[in-house]
């Protein structure tokens, strides 16, 4: 599978006005990134309607030129850009308000073999004009790439990456390191630059490579994103959370202050290459944590996902999702069936809203007391296992409130148990939770936008959970899954 995405879609109407603008304010650079940001197109149609003269930039020769939009309709020649300028003038001064449209533009690829030298799509896949392609594989000079790995990856796959550059006749360098959540700091990623400052890269044709779980992939991107002001990136995902989750979104990051990810950009990567051989030797507690960011799509979005993992949960864990591969195009195989939804129904709510200005986020199931309870009970609980002890108090919620049946709640229930993942902590008390959500509708805009299943497969996004309904559902919850399964 190989999805195209350009954010926001909106953007696209936007940029058919525009003929080819090459200016740093919306560029199609070699490394295919154009660019165009949700806020900013509706910061175009609220300028538009305040007073003040608009200006649009016409290209001639090879200067841009301010032209005002009554008089756009007569120019010939030259090259329109999506950019606005905005001039008004009151008692205080002159103000020109820019606005400049962005369209980022990246690929998530589904591949096999991704390190069998037969295979171009380490190398090349994240070029999409075939022009481009073409002058690449006739020039003679050796390709040159930096990559990062996971330092755990690097024992188990290091060999066969090394071969595969060999192979191809690649300049490269590889770093190993430890990238772990307790490591994922701004000290790693200034190790990175420092390293790819030594063996130099070339920012328009050299895409820096992560090979890892979601912590390597973080920081890396954010080391990326920093060079030379954003350096393209490559992600390669080697857990099943980091295949599902953390390749298919623009977030990067390291943890800060003692927070997690505090310090990051939302620049997403050129290409994100998905190789599911990767998860065969990640540990079955590691693919239970993926399985937890599975099943938040499932009940938010696709009942059918849902009834896949429910049925085939646990051949996907013994299985460590290596069914079928190598079997081009199987649509009835569960480790390629649940990989592709999960992957489009993230990729549905993602690209509308990379930056996440809408506040109102179904992929936030799971996330509204996970991280304080992942925070106060570290290391003992993964992410996706604090997502999951989130995501069943939440079930009982939306059962208090009549959204879901008592034999819904029993299946989600079963279904997580089945993914053997855990239902309920002893941390997780009801202080827990209401400061939890207290901390969240202060940063969401006065609202908790608490996302909630209506049924399987369907979720809504709710704002009036009463405090009466909060504490019956948590004294539900531990009422019946305190003391271990009651199934
Ligand atoms: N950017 C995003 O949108 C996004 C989304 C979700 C999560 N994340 C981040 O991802 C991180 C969690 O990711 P993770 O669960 O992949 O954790 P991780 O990167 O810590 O990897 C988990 C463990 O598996 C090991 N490992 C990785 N690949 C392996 C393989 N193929 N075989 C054997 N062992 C392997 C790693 O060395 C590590 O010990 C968190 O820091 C989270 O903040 C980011
Ligand atoms: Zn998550």
């Not at 490394?31 to 003040?52: F, I, P, R, V, W």
């Not at 990238?179 to 630059?193: R, V």
């Not at 623009?250 to 990767?278: E, M, Q, W």
């Not at 997780?428 to 608490?450: F, I, N, P, W």
Request: hydrophobic share 35%.
């Amino acid at each position: 599978m190989r999805v195209y995405i350009c954010a926001p879609k909106d953007g696209e109407h936007e940029v058919t006005n525009f003929v080819e603008s090459d200016s740093n304010l919306s560029r199609t650079s070699e490394m295919s990134y154009t660019t165009t940001a949700n806020h900013q197109l509706d910061e175009t149609q609220h300028y538009g309607k305040q007073k003040g003269t608009e200006f649009s930039l016409v290209q001639v020769k090879s200067t841009w030129k301010r032209k005002s939009v009554q008089n756009i309709n007569q120019i010939k020649k030259g090259r329109v850009s999506a950019a606005k300028i905005y001039e008004s003038t009151n008692s205080n001064g002159t103000t020109w308000t820019v606005v400049s449209p962005i369209v980022f533009t990246y690929m998530v690829t589904q591949t096999q073999n991704l390190l069998d030298p037969k295979n171009d799509t380490l190398l090349t896949g994240h070029i999409r004009e075939p022009q481009q392609l073409a002058i690449i594989r006739s020039n003679t000079k050796p390709l040159k790439r930096f990559v990062v790995m996971d330092e755990i990856v690097y024992n188990l796959y290091g060999s066969k990456v090394t071969d595969y550059f060999e192979a191809r006749n690649v300049l490269y360098r590889i770093l190993p390191l430890p990238t772990t959540e307790e490591n994922k700091s701004m000290e790693m990623a200034m190790k990175i630059l420092e390293e790819v400052h030594k063996f130099g890269i070339d920012r328009r044709t050299e895409p820096i490579i992560a090979i890892g779980g979601g912590v390597c992939l973080d920081i890396v991107g954010l080391a990326a994103s920093l060079y030379r002001r954003r350096t393209p990136y490559i992600r390669v995902p080697t857990t099943l959370l980091s295949y599902i989750d953390a390749s298919v979104g623009a977030k990067t990051g390291v943890n800060f202050a003692n927070c997690k990810n505090k310090l990051g950009a939302y620049i997403p990567p050129i290409a994100a290459f998905l190789d599911r051989s990767f998860i065969q030797t990640v540990p079955r507690r590691h693919i239970s944590n993926g399985l937890a960011e599975m099943l938040k799509m499932a009940l938010m979005k696709h009942r059918g996902l849902f009834e896949l993992l429910e049925t085939q949960g646990q051949f996907l864990l013994d299985t460590r999702f290596q069914s079928a591969i190598g079997v081009q195009g199987d649509h009835i195989d569960p480790a390629s069936v649940s990989t592709r939804v999960a992957i489009e129904t993230m990729l549905e709510e993602l690209a509308p809203n990379l930056w996440e200005d809408d506040l109102d986020r179904l992929v936030d199931f799971g996330h509204l007391i996970s991280p304080e309870l992942e925070m106060k009970v570290l290391p003992s609980l993964l992410h996706g296992e604090a997502v999951n002890i989130d995501m069943s108090f939440m079930v009982y919620v939306a059962c208090e409130r009549g959204l879901l049946t008592e034999e819904e709640k029993f299946r989600i229930i079963r279904c997580m148990l089945n993914l053997e993942l855990p239902v309920w902590h002893q941390d997780c008390t009801l202080a827990l939770v209401q400061k939890s959500l207290c901390d969240r509708l202060q940063h969401s805009g006065g609202l908790v936008r608490m996302p909630l299943p209506t049924g399987l497969g369907h979720a809504e996004i709710f704002n009036d959970t009463s405090d009466e309904t909060l504490y019956r559902a948590y004294e539900r919850w531990c009422d019946e899954l305190s003391s271990g399964s009651p199934w």
